[in-house]
């Protein structure tokens, strides 16, 4: 029986030497009064009226104007990032052997198992 115990223990460890993976942030859910969608604005043109009360002239929600250059480089940005991660995403040391180790350890475990159904 204590065999069994050996085995388990080493199948929760190599359960525990898997890497784990990145993911990206969830959006946060919508500020009240927080505008649900992006308006275009351009010089000289008035802005739209789901935006901008026509009677008052008042913004109907709220956000935050981003010049267009900096939006641009923000999504150029992004476009590098996503190529500098696949540059980038070549298997660490750690995980190359985190992954032989985990199916040593998932042999092991095998083996102590049919020993002990054997033995016994």
């Known amino acids: ?7 388990l223990v080493l199948s929760c460890t190599c359960l525990c ?3 784990a993976q990145a993911t ?7 500020v ?3 505008c649900t969608q992006a308006f275009p604005l351009s ?4 802005p739209a009226e789901s935006l901008v009360d026509p009677a008052t002239g008042k913004v109907l929600c709220g956000g935050v104007l981003l010049p267009t250059s900096l939006v641009a480089y923000y999504i150029e940005l992004d476009s590098w990032k996503d190529v500098a991660v696949v540059q980038l995403e070549e298997p ?3 995980e190359i052997w985190g ?4 199916w040593v350890a998932i042999g092991a475990s095998a083996a102590i198992l049919t020993y002990a159904a054997v033995s016994d």
């Open 17 to 19: 030497l898997q890497p």
């Open 92 to 94: 660490t040391a750690w």
């Open 1 to 7: 029986m204590d065999r069994a115990w050996v085995a």
């Open 24 to 30: 990206p942030p969830e959006r946060p859910p919508a």
């Open 32 to 34: 009240e009064g927080e």
């Open 99 to 102: 992954e032989r180790l985990q």
């Open 43 to 46: 010089i000289g043109q008035a």
